[in-house]
């Protein structure tokens, strides 16, 4: 790490530091919207009807919350049974 | 583990590129790859809801529906941006 510091440009570890964070920003919201649109798009109208819209944002929170179960959940299992290849290959 | 900085700011050979050149260029760079995503996306999801049986050619029903739906594409992505963004902030607050 120190190393690093003394040979990159610290502006610009900075800067990748934030693009890339940024980036996975986007790519979730890339991911989210295909998932959601199928989930709660009917035919596309005129406009984005509140009904359609508050299904989007549930589905983002309902998403997040699946994701951060199924983490917990697989970080329970492995606690309790042993590493995760055992209980994988049970 | 001196592979990526060093890289970048030795660039042997190639003449050496400032940090703001590459900072420009890594940007433009991204916004080309996040509109090809949501270009792709979009044309893959307003194809299967507009378009059921592939006829002729394009028709003008299939093609006003193509057109809406991709406005109700972009505004589900600015939706979903802000819900997102708003969970993250609610969750930074309670740590």
Known sequence: MENQGATADPQLQQFIEVESQKQRFQQLVHQMT??????????????LDSRTEVCFVNCVERFIDTSQFILNRLEQTQRTRGTFSESMSE | MDGFGSDFSSGAGSGKMDTGTIMEQVKVQIAVANAQELLQRMTDKCFKKCIGKPGGSLDNAEQKCVAMCMDRYMDAWNTVSRAYNSRLQRERARI
């Open chain 1, 34 to 47: 295909e998932v959601c649109w199928e989930k709660c798009m009917d035919k596309p109208g005129p406009k």
